[in-house]
């Protein structure tokens, strides 16, 4: 596996405040990964809708390439994140893709993002 630097999108808020986020499901390859440290032990959970689904996502501050950036993971890998120590703790974090077979008998293949601590 092959560190990388992925593309930090940066956009105009509020009162000038500029928001830094990147995109590791989209930006990294199988093969990939980037170095993350924790800011907070937790990301912030917001509830979702669309399409009469319900879910919840996690809006995670941490460092990368200098600087601070948001990311959004899902509650499974929100659980393992917050598993791993506390603020300071670097991560290397990694997109896996993953399947199984539905109650229909169809093969589903996702990404995952995945962490191991340094």
């Known amino acids: 596996m092959n560190e990388v630097k992925i593309k930090v999108e940066e956009k105009q808020g509020k009162e000038g405040v500029v928001y830094r986020n990147i995109n590791p499901k989209k930006a990294l390859g199988y093969d990939q990964y980037i170095v993350i440290e ?28 200098g600087g601070e950036v948001s990311f959004f993971l899902d509650e499974k890998a929100h659980e393992i994140f917050e598993s791993f120590g506390e603020p300071g703790t670097k991560l290397k974090l990694a997109k896996v893709e993953e399947s199984f077979v539905n109650a229909k008998g169809e093969h589903i293949t996702y990404d995952k993002i995945v962490f191991e601590q340094l």
Not at 43 to 62: D, F
């Open 38 to 65: 924790k800011i907070y032990k937790a990301g912030n959970p917001g509830t979702y809708s669309k399409n009469g689904k319900t879910w919840t996502s996690y809006n995670t501050r941490v460092k990368y390439d």
